[in-house]
Structures are given as C-alpha cells and as structure tokens.
C-alpha cells in the first residue's frame, strides 16, 4: 500500500464517524468518552484495516482492492453529499421554497465530482489525459443515470416508504440519502470500472 492509501483510508474513516456522531446526537445519545472514542479512533483504524486486507486480496484479484478504494471515496463523498443537502436546504430555507428533490440533485452533482476525482486518480488509478473528451461524455452519461437512480431511491425511501421503526423524520431523510446513495454507488462502481476508467 502507498502513503495515500493510508491517508485517505485514516480520513474516510474519520469522516465516517463523524457522520455516525451526528446521528447519534440525533438520536439524543450523548456521546461519551467511549463513544467519541470510537468515532475518533476505531472508524479510522477499522477503515485503514479493512483496505489492507483489500489490499492483500486485490494482489491476486485487484477487483477487491479497487471496490474498497471505491467504497472508500464513495463513503467520503456520501458525507459530503448528506451535509451539502443539509446546508442547501437551511440556506434555501431562508430565502425560498425549493423542492428537497432539486436541492438532493445539486449535492449528488456535487458528491459526483468528488467521486470522479477520488475514482480516476486514487480507486482506478487512470492519470493518461488522452482521449479526455470520451471519458468525459462516458462520466457524464453514468453519472446522470447514476443521479435518476439517486433520486428515485431517495424519494422512494424518504416519501414513499417513510419514517419506520419511530425514527424522527429528520433522521429518516439522513438515512435516505445514505441508502440512496449506496444504491447509486453500485451503479456507479460498475459504470467506472467497465466503461469510464477500464484500461
């Protein structure tokens, strides 16, 4: 494994959970001395963990080490997909009514470019520039059928199912884009790695 992949594995971890802390406080959990251990330490560590042994398998199947890397930067860009929708709905909030469809949209664009740039240059490891302009079309036609899927599951979840187990709504709709976007992330694992970044 290189330094990156460590870095990055550390970080993801973190990230990881720091979205489970939040969710914890939404749940009304104060997060103790152990809890804030968990989220600051065993997330990174479990994350760095689970990529060396992908590591160790990929040397054989390099599909497996690549599935985690994208896992990986498919779990960093979820977060940045969850706190882009919360922050756009709280600055939309203000100002205008706006659908949570069209504000789910923008953070999923926006989590998409995260995921082309930790995808192609960390997960696939394309750095060749030719023939840019295909790779780019390729990108954007798994993307945007990558973002109907997004959002199909997000408003199938969010609206159509609803709220189970007495979870507050605010935290059913976290929970929604986290599976809409493992849904998505599916699709977008396979799209990546047969048509935009084979080799």
């Excluded at 989220?39 to 590591?55: G, K, Q």
């Excluded at 706190?83 to 709905?89: D, G, S, V």
């Excluded at 809409?180 to 396979?190: E, G, K």
Aim: charged share 15%; aromatic share 20%; net charge positive.
């Amino acid at each position: 494994m290189k330094v990156i992949d460590v870095i990055f594995a550390l970080v993801a971890g973190r990230v990881v959970g720091f979205l489970i802390g939040d969710f914890l406080k939404e749940w009304g959990i104060d997060s103790g001395f152990y809890v804030n251990l968990v989220i600051w330490f065993v997330f990174p560590i479990l994350a760095l963990v689970c990529l060396w042994i992908a590591f160790l398998v990929g040397r054989k199947m390099l599909f497996f080490f690549q599935a985690a890397k994208h896992f990986l930067v498919g779990a960093f860009a979820m977060v940045v997909d969850l706190k882009l929708f919360e922050l756009l709905t709280w600055f939309f909030g203000i100002f205008i009514l706006t659908s949570p469809l069209a504000v789910k949209g923008i953070s999923f664009i926006f989590s998409t470019l995260v995921k082309y740039w930790g995808n192609k240059y960390w997960a696939f490891q394309k750095h060749e520039k030719e023939k840019l302009s295909k790779e780019i079309a390729q990108f954007f036609i798994i993307t945007i059928i990558g973002l109907v899927i997004d959002i199909l599951a997000f408003y199938y979840i969010a609206l159509v199912i609803g709220p189970q187990f007495l979870i507050p709504s605010v935290l059913w709709v976290k929970i929604s884009i986290i599976m809409a976007a493992l849904v998505a992330a599916s699709w977008n694992f396979l799209g990546y790695k047969f048509i935009v970044f084979k080799k």
